[in-house]
């Protein structure tokens, strides 16, 4: 069905699922929610009962199976634990999951409604921050008065459409967007439209109109969105993975830097390089900073392994943990200027150094501002392009325990790196031609950016934090009980 995007004081209804997300089946993000919010004892039950939640939809009684899902998804988890989820996982797998058509009919309108029988807190932070709605009308999760969701929603479902004819009390909807089957607001809307959209291609060069906002930070640690068959092959996988981490793990503690490249191919990994890498350094000269983009902790570890020897990293955010498990020397950062500036100094005297210049890590193809302070220590910078793939399970975490990263890296079946050697800056791109440390910052941002395909930003590491933990990074001291509860209720809760 085609639609003339040229209107005028218009408004839209929509239907989240199956309209503006492609996929009309909830089950997935529900999936995500138990196993972010929860554990795997809840994402595994709510897998087995999968075949019922089918059964009761191919029955007719799909609004049952939706509070099934809503119960089992929800029940005994505390509220700001399912917002958490809401605001850091759930908005990339849904922007993964848009249909673009839909969208840019929908955001054509100047008033735009959204109508999902999804729990509202579930779905509200992004259709209004990446899809612009103004409203957001969904079943409402009951909450007692202890903070935790019973798993109940208040009324039926049928009360949302009622919800929604009160939000145009003046003049009907232009337009309702929704299946033609399950959209019963149809009624309150002056002209209907059912999937698949067809637009207008006149009006495709307008992009601030045809693109949604971007998710540039996003946490959680599985990869795929959880569908029933792959849900199950992770819940397969996870004995295993754990299994081949340990050994992955072992192997990188006990070997030296220039065998790892070659066990780590027996062992289903991959590194790939690009460029040339300049030469250990000789005689009296200061060390190479090699300034990289920081994709997961294993960025430096990476690079100590192309480069065949052990390169000390700065860092500021890691876990004990994971420094003890390092097999690379770490330098810990302390974000007060002067003593930080001392302290790469002093590592660059005694020879090379790795510096992550954004300060923490970012999954999508954006780079963070970077801190100037490296400019402004050395003349000899090596600027390395990072970047990685996975397929189960993401390396970092915002809201999780940093100290499970490197096991969740090697849980992965089959990691793969990439790292690109770019020139040795020349003279007249660093501070010592006259350049301010910010100007020679920028130019590297904008150099590494090229090379990976990314988009530089000007969002730092507590724009990052705020957005998916609501802090702002600091890191403080962990008991080492306070640890070992971590890393049960990372499985189980």
């Not at 929860?38 to 191919?58: C, E, K, T």
């Not at 690379?328 to 500036?341: K, M, Q």
Request: proline share 6%; with cysteine.
């Amino acid at each position: 069905m085609e639609m003339i995007m040229e209107t005028s004081s218009s408004s839209v209804v929509s239907e989240f699922e199956g309209t503006l997300l492609k996929d009309p089946d909830p089950f997935s993000y529900f999936m995500l929610v138990a196993f972010e919010a929860s554990g795997l004892i809840r994402f595994a039950l709510l897998l087995i009962l999968w075949p019922v939640i089918r059964l009761l939809d191919a029955l007719g009684f799909g609004d049952a199976g939706l509070k099934m899902m809503i119960f089992v998804a929800t029940a005994g988890l505390r509220m700001i634990e399912i917002e958490s989820v809401a605001r850091a996982v759930l908005p990339k797998f849904y922007m993964d999951d848009i249909d673009m058509e839909a969208w840019r009919v929908f955001s054509s309108c100047d008033k735009r409604v959204v109508v999902t029988k999804t729990p509202r807190v579930l779905v509200e932070r992004f259709v209004k921050e990446h899809l612009r709605a103004d409203e957001v009308i969904g079943s409402e999760l009951l909450v007692n008065r202890f903070g935790f969701a019973t798993g109940f929603v208040q009324g039926d479902f049928a009360s949302i459409f009622s919800r929604a004819a009160k939000v145009f009390v003046d003049e009907k909807p232009t337009l309702g967007l929704g299946r033609a089957s399950d959209s019963s607001f149809f009624s309150l809307c002056k002209e209907q439209m059912h999937p698949p959209f067809i637009t207008n291609l006149k009006h495709h060069h307008d992009h601030q109109v045809l693109r949604p906002l971007p998710v540039i930070f996003h946490d959680g640690r599985l990869v795929k969105r959880p569908t029933p068959s792959t849900a199950l092959l992770i819940l397969l996988w996870i004995p295993l993975g754990i299994l081949l981490a340990v050994i992955r793990i072992v192997i990188g503690l006990i070997l030296p830097m220039w065998a790892i490249p070659y066990m780590s191919r027996i062992f289903g990994g991959k590194i790939i390089v690009k460029g040339k890498p300049p030469p250990p350094v000789s005689g009296s000269s200061t060390g190479v900073l090699f300034v990289c983009t920081h994709r997961t902790l294993m960025d430096p570890v990476v690079l100590s392994t192309v480069l065949r020897r052990k390169i000390p990293a700065v860092t500021y955010s890691i876990s004990r943990l994971s420094e003890i498990l390092s097999p690379i020397p770490t330098v810990r950062l302390t974000r007060i200027r002067d003593v930080d500036a001392e302290k790469i100094k002093r590592e660059l005297s005694n020879g090379d150094l790795v510096v992550c210049p954004e300060g923490t890590t970012c999954r999508e193809p954006f780079l963070l501002r970077f801190s100037a302070l490296f400019a402004e220590l050395t003349d000899r910078i090596v600027p390395v392009a990072m970047n990685y793939r996975v397929g189960f399970f993401h390396a970092t975490t915002a809201r999780g325990w940093k100290g499970l990263d490197p096991m969740f890296f090697f849980m992965n079946p089959r990691p793969v790196y990439e790292v690109t050697f770019l020139n040795q800056l020349p003279v007249e791109a660093t501070c010592s031609s006259g350049k301010s440390p910010h100007d020679v910052a920028n130019y590297v941002q904008r150099i590494l950016a090229a090379t990976l395909g990314f988009e530089c930003t000007n969002f730092t590491r507590k724009d990052k934090y705020r957005v998916l933990a609501g802090n702002d990074g600091t890191v403080s001291y962990t008991s080492f009980v306070d640890q070992i509860k971590k890393v049960v209720s990372t499985f189980i809760h």
